[in-house]
């Protein structure tokens, strides 16, 4: 069983920095996705982290946004730059211990999210 917590979201204008974190509880040995929803708008994959620090993006955060995992504290970051109006959305973090793709129905474990609003 993984639990997770994603804290970080905030308003910020348009161009701005933002830093994600999702704190999970046992074993690290699965991978981290990160997910979006905008009101009135499908679950988007935004990026993903497996265990062993393989990452892969969603095209529309490609050069802005990095995704890195700390394995000893159980936590993983989602390091956004630049960011725009339409990144605006709630930001979900899911694991899975098994899948590292990019649809969100395969992921087992979901923690609340946070929002990030951006302003233009």
């Known amino acids: 069983q993984v639990e997770l917590v994603a804290t970080g979201g905030r308003l910020v204008q348009a161009g701005g920095s933002l830093r994600l974190t999702c704190a999970a509880t046992?074993?690290?040995?699965?991978?981290v996705a990160w997910f979006r929803q905008a009101p009135g708008k499908e679950r988007e994959f935004v990026a993903v982290?497996?265990?062993?620090?393989?990452?892969n993006y969603a095209d529309s955060v490609k050069g802005r946004f990095t995704v890195s995992r700390d394995n000893a504290k159980n936590t993983v970051y989602l390091q956004m730059n630049n960011l725009k109006p339409e990144d605006t959305a709630v930001y979900h973090c899911?694991?899975?211990?098994?899948?590292?793709?990019?649809?969100?129905?395969?992921?087992?474990?979901w923690g609340p999210g946070t929002q990030v609003t951006v302003s233009s």
């Open positions: 899911a694991a899975d211990r098994l899948y590292s793709g990019a649809t969100w129905t395969e992921y087992n474990y």
């Open positions: 046992g074993n690290s040995n699965y991978a």
């Open positions: 982290i497996t265990w062993k620090h393989s990452t």
